[in-house]
């Protein structure tokens, strides 16, 4: 049982809709993540937030706008996306955004139209 | 920018049979964390490594950090069928937040 929860499991969209990803952590974590999971490829760090601040951005494209209200919940908001972004789309967390070790929900499996 | 390759990227063995992957930076790293992803499932930390040249064991599984920390290894003793799955290095340099840079990862299939 993961202490990262993670909504909807499964998303098929199409291109122009507008969609949100959901990750609750129930760790009492400072730092949260999303990473993008393609077939074939190495966890891609999209974003990290300490503290409810973004501290790390690496090169994502717009049309993924990611939104932390408290340190317990982080979305992904999604629009207009592109038949290359779907992917498993995973969370995690750990308790600060150094060296610690981090706990992973169960991902959205994103299939885009 | 940092790369962390994982080889080989797959492995069949059979049941009882030992598994070795290995995990290679181009740059030095502060620590290497290793994580297994059961197919459908997500990634769970396994163990880390801080210290040049250390060994950390968990039953069956060994771990090495190597002496220039730019290199790590995971040995499985007599593999089981549990052990199926994709087994992900990552490591972290100490520059940037939380930037965990993640291998390939090699992917275990084990023959009863």
């Known amino acids: 049982e993961t202490g990262v929860t993670q909504t909807p499991r499964h998303l098929v969209m199409g291109m122009t809709n507008k969609k949100s990803l959901k990750c609750e952590q129930h760790?009492?974590?400072?730092?949260m993540y999303w990473y993008k999971q393609s077939a074939k490829k190495p966890l891609e760090l999209m974003f990290v937030y300490s503290l409810e601040e973004r501290v790390e951005n690496n090169s994502v494209p717009s049309r993924f706008s990611p939104e932390c209200p408290n340190s317990s919940h982080l979305f992904l908001h999604l629009h207009t996306l592109q038949p290359e972004d779907s992917a498993l789309y995973l969370c995690?967390?750990?308790?600060?955004?150094?060296?610690?070790?981090?706990?992973f929900g169960d991902g959205t499996r994103l299939s885009i139209l | 920018g940092q790369q962390v390759m994982q080889i080989p990227q797959y492995q069949h063995v059979q049941e009882g049979e030992d598994f070795t992957t290995y995990c290679n930076s181009s740059t030095t790293l502060s620590n290497i964390q290793w994580y297994k992803q059961r197919p459908g499932g997500h990634p769970v930390f396994l163990i880390q490594?801080?210290?040049?040249?250390e060994v950390k064991k968990q039953k069956r599984l060994t771990f090495q950090f190597g002496e220039a920390k730019k290199n790590s290894s995971l040995h499985i003793t007599a593999t089981q069928t549990t052990d199926v799955g994709t087994y992900f290095c990552?490591?972290?340099?100490?520059?940037?937040?939380?930037?965990?840079?993640f291998g390939q990862g090699t992917i275990l299939t084990v023959h009863p």
């Open positions: 490594l801080v210290k040049s040249g």
């Open positions: 990552a490591g972290w340099r100490g520059t940037s937040y939380g930037k965990l840079t």
């Open positions: 760790l009492g974590h400072n730092a």
């Open positions: 995690a967390s750990s308790q600060d955004p150094s060296n610690q070790p981090q706990h």
